[in-house]
């Protein structure tokens, strides 16, 4: 799994009143940004994780553990009956 360093990158404080005025600020948030909205005691943190790009041998690791304990299926057959 990623870091949560990895994952998020830099933060930006807002108040309430702020994002009221101005909501874009939370919902064009770039991949890896946060925003920590003041309200009271207790900030609200809004974030947007960073994209994961997997490698080619992640993804087939990922679908042969999905496929695992899956029947063996004849790609060829299904073909042709969809053609007929």
Known sequence: MADIADIFVSMKTLSKRELVRNPSLASHLKPGQSLQLEDGREPLVL?????VRLTARQIH???DR???GAPAQDT???LRDLRQ
């Open 61 to 63: 690791a990922e679908l």
């Open 66 to 68: 999905l496929c695992e």
């Open 76 to 78: 060829q057959a299904a």
């Open 47 to 51: 974030s947007r994780r960073k994209r």
